[in-house]
């Protein structure tokens, strides 16, 4: 017959072969024809039916004549060798209709292999029917019927699905019916993602991880069956599933797979518990294997995979069981690297794996008693000897793995006392125990802090995940991306999953999504995955008291933040406030990365102050931020007090609260360095939240208080920027005190970058409004300040009538530390005037009256501008002393600037010593210096005087290029040094030019 050797099929793609080989079917259209006459076996279907089954309301005006011409097709198709005038004899006339009469369809043998299955269990024969379903469930090659369309195709595809999931039920009953339920687990999990509203799926997923010893496992089944069905449905799981849930909670003995045929029991009843141990040697306990399949794509931590390898292998009596604590932040890879872990030491477990999820951060956490009776059936112990205490399942437990060498891994503890009883008893076995928190009171563990990866191991994670290719093509994006992760791992594979569902999404497109603070938790979520939930599960185990603390230690932008200030945002004692934040740590919910400092993951920062804002009112939150800037405020004013003895701008700040205090000046300004970017954060944020000068004033007086920080030369940038944040907010409340005190600031910045115009012009409208408003906070200091604008512009008569007013200022307000100021920088006008011994003389007061005074920061200042002087008079050797002396003091107290000015004036004296090697050590100093804290000025002058000392050594072509470079600095910054410097260029009489190239 024509039909002998067909085949065709529709538990997949529609396809169709003749004697092996692959017929071609034709167009989509073409193959739902051929598809609605198979699934009709043998029966006529008229043209009508057929062309509202394939083309729906959507049929075109010629539909007959091109299904007409579809039927022809697939005849010739079907029997290429027929003639054309001979009948066909597959797909046939009927009446009207067509019909297709053939005798091999993979979804008839489907059928009676499902109906044999169905036979073979009612006669009880439960190996041979799941033997005979699974053989008929592998005709199934994918979504059955594609490639076919219309309205027919997809109603029959619905029906055949349903048709194949309810087979697959029924093969999951049999094999766990056959005790099959380890195996089977991994085809469940599977399952229940493909369709997870499936009740009944979801029971057999439940049961198999209970008999497996898995009751977390169990659990969690149920918790997210409820949510999803809850979640797409708005209802509650059924009464079979709840019913299995309660007997799951309840250790139900019935839930365990049926007994393989024994023995009868001997006539004095059945075995104890303790019979059951003694008798283990006996017979072999079962090889318990409950590790969660491992992670294929797990990406870096090796030297610490190493390290816990090393750690579970060590077996010794004296070392006891070796047992990891591995603890850190929700999605940090607690869970992943202890499951990867686990499977890389199966070779030294031949006796076995045992795992629980002990839910400790939800609430249905596992009770060790419960875990340990999963764990003794998953030894082989029948539930009818497991005995009811916690202390006698303990020791039934040991005694079990005693003289075997099994791990037992504990995945989300909530605390010692959860996982204590858990824990092996003697040398062979070894133990891994995840929390969110320390377990520091766990007995003989070693703690594992776990971190967030590296940038080129979130990288190597993101690459797995989302695809070598597409990263591959933008590195840079990629990186940018797991860094607004922050590196970690929940969040990468969160991200990259996303991307790899997505082919048309670029790297790139992701960086804009994820730098909006607002909705980066919003993004990270993809599927049944998500970091704010994660977190959440770890923020809901807080108390009270923690919680407050974690919402509103969000609060600053700061970097960090110390003890103290944590104390100022939350209005509570010091010492409370400790304990708070090392509970804290503790629960993995902040980092202790220095003694006495604390900070938030980024993630976590944005997760508290999600939570923050929900539900603290904004007069707390606005509260507390006043009361860190009150403690920074009274902090900086101590600061400044020690840093510049004897100044009165403390005296004249605006300070509510107290703060810090410091033994020394090098205290105080090391504390202005260390939390140099939370204070900058703070006035940030007041100047962008303040709406009256009464809140601005702070930040403004802060700026000011801070003054000494601008001497270490480490935060020019911030400056800059902060004191446009506070200036802008000023101007637009018409606040002036915060405006002078701005515009103080900015004018000192200035002045540091060689933009002294503009810093000038910023002291002349500070001056204008200090006397307007009769204000005296920097009064003296503006003065000062325009003298030396002046100076350096070579005004040298105006510098000195500047210097006058501010003299006449520091004696009628009694600050003698402002005077001496004052006679120390006026040495230097006399020197540009040509009159050195004015100069030695102002200098040496200065001096006089700072050592009298025990100032040492102005006692180093004035010995700077006296060793100037003695220089330029000849007096070599004093010069070099009182260098000498103030840059040791600079140096401690960490006041770059001033240390790169001194190294660079003991290098000019030096040349004019004749000892040009000591000068050029000293000016590649000054140099180093300089570039470290970006200070375009110091380099100049370090390149200048360096250019001179190499000249002296006789290297006349690197010394030329000292000075071409600095020149070009000079130039591109309008210093007048350029002048000096073109002339020396110009006329290669660099040994001979004049030392006053060198003018700070």
Not at 383 to 412: C, F, H, M, Q
Request: proline letters at 5%.
């Amino acid at each position: 017959m024509a039909g002998e050797g067909l085949r065709f099929a529709v538990l997949g793609p529609v396809r169709a072969w003749r004697d092996g080989d692959e017929l071609d079917l034709g167009t989509p259209l073409q193959r739902s024809i051929l598809a609605m006459l198979l699934l009709r076996e043998g029966r006529a279907i008229t043209p009508t039916e057929m062309i509202d089954a394939v083309w729906g309301e959507e049929a075109p005006p010629r539909a007959l004549g091109a299904l007409r011409t579809y039927v022809s097709r697939l005849r010739t198709v079907l029997e290429p060798d027929r003639s054309p005038r001979s009948r066909p004899e597959l797909l046939t006339s009927v009446g009207k209709g067509y019909a297709l009469r053939t005798a091999s369809l993979d979804l008839s043998l489907f059928e009676r292999g499902a109906q044999e299955a169905e036979t073979l269990r009612k006669k009880g024969d439960i190996g041979q029917a799941a033997e005979s379903l699974r053989a008929a469930l592998a005709l199934w090659e994918g979504e059955p019927l594609a490639g076919a369309v219309g309205p027919y195709a997809e109603h029959q595809r619905d029906r055949l699905v349903e048709r194949r999931i309810t087979a697959l039920e029924l093969l999951m009953d049999l094999d766990l019916e056959l005790g099959r339920h380890a195996t089977i687990v991994s085809e469940l999990i599977a399952l229940t993602a493909d369709h997870p509203l499936r009740e009944r799926l979801r029971a057999q997923l439940m049961l198999a991880y209970y008999r497996c010893g898995r009751q977390g496992d169990a659990l969690a089944v149920f918790t997210d069956t409820r949510e999803a069905l809850i979640e797409e449905l708005g209802i509650e799981p059924g009464p079979e599933l709840s019913a299995l849930h309660h007997k799951i909670l309840a250790a139900d003995p019935s839930l365990m797979a049926p007994p393989s045929p024994a023995p009868d029991p001997v006539a004095d009843g059945s075995p104890s518990a303790a019979d059951a141990a003694d008798g283990a040697d006996e017979h072999e306990l079962p090889r318990p294997a409950q590790l969660p399949a491992a992670v294929n794509d797990f990406t870096g931590r090796r030297p610490l995979v190493a390290r816990l390898r090393t750690l579970l292998s060590a077996q010794t009596a004296a070392e006891g069981v070796p047992v990891a604590a591995i603890c850190g932040i929700g999605g940090v890879g607690k869970t992943a690297l202890a499951v990867h872990v686990a499977h890389t030491c199966d070779d030294l477990f031949p006796d076995g794996q045992l795992y629980a999820d002990l839910r400790g951060f939800t609430d249905e956490a596992i009770a060790p008693e419960s875990a340990l009776g999963a764990f003794l059936r998953a030894l082989g112990i029948p539930p009818d000897v497991i005995p009811e205490g916690l202390p006698e399942r303990a020791a039934l437990y040991r005694s079990l793995l005693a003289e075997r060498r099994i791990l037992v891994l504990l995945d989300n503890a909530r605390d010692t006392r959860q996982v204590s009883e858990l824990l092996p008893g003697a040398p062979g076995c070894a133990a891994i125990v995840t929390s969110r928190v320390k377990l520091a009171d766990l007995p003989s563990a070693k703690l594992i802090d776990l971190d967030v990866m590296e940038p080129d191991e979130a990288l190597s994670l993101f690459t797995a995940v989302a695809g070598a290719e597409r990263v591959a093509a933008e590195r840079g994006a990629a990186m940018d991306v797991v860094a607004a992760c922050g590196f970690l791992p929940l969040a990468v594979r969160i991200v990259a999953a996303r991307l790899a569902a997505r082919p048309s999404w670029t790297v790139a497109s992701l960086v804009p999504r994820l730098a909006d603070e607002q909705r980066r938790l919003d993004e990270l979520r993809v599927g049944d995955l998500a970091v704010e939930a994660t977190f959440a599960l770890g923020y809901g185990q807080l108390d009270a008291a923690q919680a407050r603390a974690f919402r509103l230690l969000s609060l600053p932008n700061g970097p960090d933040i110390s003890v103290g200030a944590a104390a100022a945002v939350l209005s509570s004692p010091t010492l409370e406030t400790e304990d708070l934040l090392e509970s804290l740590v503790d629960a993995s919910l902040l980092e202790a990365p220095a003694p006495g400092r604390y900070r938030f993951h980024d993630l976590l920062k944005l997760f508290a102050r999600r939570i923050l804002d929900k539900t603290e009112r904004p007069q707390a939150r606005t509260l507390a931020l006043r009361r860190l800037l009150g403690f920074y405020l009274a902090s900086a004013q101590s600061a400044h007090r020690l840093a510049y003895e004897g100044s009165m701008i403390p005296d004249n700040l605006v300070v509510v609260g107290s703060g810090r205090t410091f033994a020394s000046a090098d205290d105080a300004v090391a504390w202005l360095i260390s939390e140099g970017d939370s204070l900058f954060a703070v006035i940030g944020q007041a100047a962008e939240s303040c709406r009256t000068a009464e809140q601005l004033l702070p930040a403004g007086d802060l700026l000011v208080a801070m003054e000494p920080l601008l001497e270490s030369g480490t935060h020019a940038r911030e400056f800059d920027l902060a004191t446009g944040a506070v200036l802008a907010t000023a101007l637009k409340i018409d606040d002036a005190a915060s405006e002078l005190r701005a515009r103080y600031v900015l004018g000192r910045v200035l002045f540091g970058a060689n933009r002294l115009p503009e810093s000038e012009e910023q002291f002349r409208i500070v001056l204008e409004l200090s006397t307007g408003r009769n204000e005296r906070v920097v009064m003296g200091e503006v003065l000062n300040a325009l003298a030396v604008v002046s100076g350096r512009l070579r005004r040298h008569h105006e510098a000195l009538g500047w210097f006058d007013s501010a003299t006449t200022f520091y004696r009628e307000n009694g600050v003698p530390a402002g005077e001496a100021l004052v006679l120390s920088y006026s040495a230097r006008d006399h020197l540009g005037l040509g009159n050195p011994d004015d100069a030695i003389v102002a200098a040496e007061k200065g001096l006089a009256i700072f050592t009298e005074i025990g100032s040492g920061a102005g006692t180093a200042r004035a010995r700077y501008h006296l060793g100037i002087v003695l220089s330029r008079v000849g007096r070599l050797n004093e010069a070099v002393h009182h260098h000498a002396e103030c840059l040791a003091y600079f140096r401690a107290s960490k006041q770059r600037v001033w240390e790169q000015r001194v190294c660079a004036r003991l290098a000019e004296t030096f040349i004019a010593a004749g000892r040009f090697s000591d000068a050029v050590r000293h000016a590649e100093q000054a140099l180093a210096v300089s570039r470290e804290i970006g200070h375009p000025y110091g380099e100049g002058l370090s390149l200048a005087v360096l250019g001179k000392a190499l000249h002296g050594l006789g290297n006349v072509p690197r010394s030329l290029d000292c000075l071409r470079e600095a020149f070009d600095i000079f130039t591109r910054l309008g210093a007048p040094e350029a002048g000096d410097l073109k002339t020396i260029l110009a006329g290669a009489g660099v040994a001979s030019a004049s030392v006053s190239v060198v003018e700070s």
